[in-house]
């Protein structure tokens, strides 16, 4: 398995952005596809976007398209949430996964992720 540990969370005002990071432990990250899912309070967590192993493929929640982007640096162990034109309904604790074995161009769920980091919360104000 492979230790994720999420920063970059904090408190932005809507219309801003923010970028979450993931640094992974080990020496096998580009063998994962990664995830990003987000929980706000009272809800279940949701599927944010996936970014297949070497960072050719991506896909997106429907409802998140052309304000999120994920990428990756294989090389420094590190995946990424840019997050632009923030929403108060933005607000959650954001939490990347890894998985060995899916392919991105679907949405996934959380059962397909077998690595997940603590979480950090983003908090958008109005």
């Known amino acids: 398995q492979v230790q994720l540990v999420e920063s970059g969370g904090g408190l932005v005002q809507a219309g801003g952005s923010l970028r979450l990071s993931c640094a992974a432990s080990?020496?096998?990250?580009?063998?994962?596809?990664m995830g990003w899912f987000r929980q706000a309070p009272g809800k279940e967590r949701e599927f944010v976007g996936a970014i297949s192993r070497g960072g050719g493929s991506t896909y997106y929640a429907d409802s998140l398209k052309g304000r999120f982007t994920i990428s990756r640096d294989n090389a420094k162990n590190t995946v990424y949430l840019q997050m632009n034109s923030l929403k108060p309904e933005d607000t959650a604790a954001y939490y990347c996964?890894?998985?060995?074995?899916?392919?991105?161009?679907?949405?996934?769920?959380?059962?397909?992720?077998?690595?997940w980091g603590q979480g950090t919360q983003v908090t958008v104000s109005s």
């Open positions: 996964a890894a998985a060995r074995s899916i392919v991105v161009g679907t949405p996934h769920s959380i059962a397909d992720f077998g690595s």
């Open positions: 080990g020496r096998t990250f580009s063998s994962y596809a």
